[in-house]
């Protein structure tokens, strides 16, 4: 599923990351720990595409990222890869179901406004291969009864709580089913009882969606929900 081997970066003589190579499988979930400043958002921006390694390769779903450029970059970003921040990063203008429906109103070029409605009325089996704007609404309305936030999801991102944000902050990365899922310190805001919460949802939307999750943290004691672990020296 993901392949990376022999990345190294660094910034001017910083060596950040060096020869690192590792795979994970399909549907595995793993940790990426390290003390602050060992490499991990650098890791998670080279496997996101968004940023590059100085060498080595990074393969994913069989497709080698250095070799995609602009325009096919972007969208392999938005077929294949769903991201997860510190901070929810939910725009303040919107509210949260609108924030989890704007990935689906971009790709299909379709207003946010009109799709009031966040209660499941069809069920969209995880199988099953969406194709359409209406279907993709239909599958966020689910991923709003998964992530337990159908509750507060017609305010605004101010007016929830930092789990209550992250949690919509999931369910707009899973709203396009990304077979990858990338997540930069999801916890890293959250006060322990809340981490866990967000950690177990982590797992259950995994195994449901059958994606494969990566994220970062510096806290070790998170490992115990993931499948493998992969730790940068400072
Ligand atoms: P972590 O996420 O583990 O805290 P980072 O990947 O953010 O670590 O950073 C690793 C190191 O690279 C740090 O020393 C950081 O200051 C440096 N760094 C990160 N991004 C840049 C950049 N764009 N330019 C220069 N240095 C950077
Ligand atoms: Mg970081």
Known sequence: MVSVSHISKSYGPL??????SFTVSKGEMVAVTGPSGSGKTT?????????????????INGVSTDTLDGDQLARFRNQHIGFIFQDSRLL??????????????????????????????????TEQEISTFEQTVQ????????????????????????????RVAFARALSLR????????????LDPENAENVMTLLNKLRTICRCTVILSTHNLELTRFTDSHIRLAS
């Open 15 to 20: 060596q950040v990351l060096r020869d690192l």
């Open 43 to 59: 890791l998670l921006q080279i496997l996101g595409t968004l940023d590059r390694p100085d060498s080595g390769q990074v393969v």
């Open 92 to 125: 303040p203008e919107f509210t949260a179901w609108e924030n989890i429906l704007l990935p689906a109103c971009i790709a299909y070029g379709v207003s946010p406004s009109g799709h009031t409605s966040a209660t499941p009325t069809d069920t969209i089996a």
């Open 139 to 166: 599958w966020c309305r689910q991923l709003v009864e998964l992530c337990n936030i159908h509750d507060c999801v017609m305010r605004q991102p101010r007016q929830l709580s930092g789990g209550q944000q992250q």
């Open 178 to 189: 990304p077979s990858l899922v990338l997540a930069d310190e999801p916890t890293g805001n």
